[in-house]
């Protein structure tokens, strides 16, 4: 089961794909601010019974007109298994959009950062057939952001900084920055960023108070009906791009009045239901018909 920590430490990448450049400038790595990022489905499920998925799938284009992919990976400890799915991921995406992918490993603890950032050799003693090498965000190599001024200049480097490295002494600070500089966002600005950090602090739970306590200082702000109507909007949003994009990566097509009926719907326990469908549905009716 994915955990509220794993969601948050990738689903940053979807609310700011910039934020992937502008820290790695910072490390040494000379990646160009994208003219443009697509979202690309997360599924690369073949026909055979064997599902693998990316926990997030980036395209970047740049400005000279280049391309790469990025996967996103949160990796809480160290696992064997996962250097032969990491390879699968990379060769399936290069051979699928023939762009070159890159995979980036966000951890929160030093010890994993360090197993995933060494190169893992694949093939014989008598032949390396392949060399799989990530690119790895940990608490030793994301800056630790304390000052207010500056994570309000960039708010998702900030709650980076905040989930990786939340279990450092001074997350505290880290955090009351972040309060600092998310009071001086609108709602609907500050609520998702809310919600990731809370999540992302998720497993450490001495984080996650600090986090309540400073949220709880002007909890006003993020508890009225705008809040509340923009975070149930939010939901119903989220749901019903889930359940076209699930219908349109499987090739099962909708009339005019299947699209309506879906983008229409206000019921997020019926959304809920439709996209739990369309992972086994041969067919719209499928999807639609009733219990």
């Not at 697509?38 to 998925?53: G, I, M, Y």
């Not at 990976?73 to 399936?92: F, N, R």
């Not at 108070?209 to 006003?220: F, G, N, P, T």
Request: glycine letters at 4%; proline letters at 6%.
């Amino acid at each position: 089961m994915v955990s509220s920590s794993h969601e948050a430490m990738h689903q940053l990448f979807r609310e700011d794909p910039g934020v992937f450049a502008r820290t790695f400038r910072r490390l040494g790595l000379d990646f160009d601010d994208p003219s443009s990022v697509t979202v690309l489905p997360t599924d690369l499920t073949e026909l055979k019974p064997l599902e693998r998925r990316v926990d997030t799938l980036l395209r970047f284009d740049n400005p000279d007109g280049s391309s790469y992919l990025l996967a996103v990976e949160a990796q809480g400890k160290p696992d064997a298994a996962k250097p032969s799915s990491w390879a699968y991921y990379l060769a399936h995406l290069y051979a699928k959009y023939d762009v070159p992918p890159v995979l980036l490993v966000v951890c929160n603890d030093i010890r994993t950062a360090r197993w995933a950032e060494t190169p893992f050799i694949i093939g014989p003693r008598q032949l390396k057939a392949l060399t799989l090498r990530t690119l790895v965000l940990g608490p030793h190599n994301v800056p630790v952001v304390t000052d207010a001024a500056e994570a309000t200049a960039d708010i998702p480097l900030a709650t980076l900084s905040a989930i990786v490295h939340a279990r450092s002494v001074k997350v505290d600070a880290i955090l009351q920055a972040l309060a600092s500089a998310l009071h001086k966002q609108p709602d609907e600005d500050a609520l998702p960023y809310i919600e990731f950090i809370e999540s992302g602090l998720g497993s450490v739970p001495a984080a996650v108070e600090i986090w309540r306590k400073l949220m709880a200082m002007d909890i006003s702000m993020y508890q009225g009906e705008t809040a509340q109507r923009l975070r149930a909007e939010g939901r119903v949003e989220d749901r019903i791009a889930v359940i076209l994009e699930a219908l349109d990566e499987r090739g099962i097509e909708l009339t005019d009045e299947d699209r309506r009926r879906v983008t229409t719907c206000t019921d997020y326990d019926t959304l809920l239901v439709w996209s739990r469908r369309t992972y086994t549905a041969s067919s719209a009716a499928e999807v639609f018909t009733d219990e």
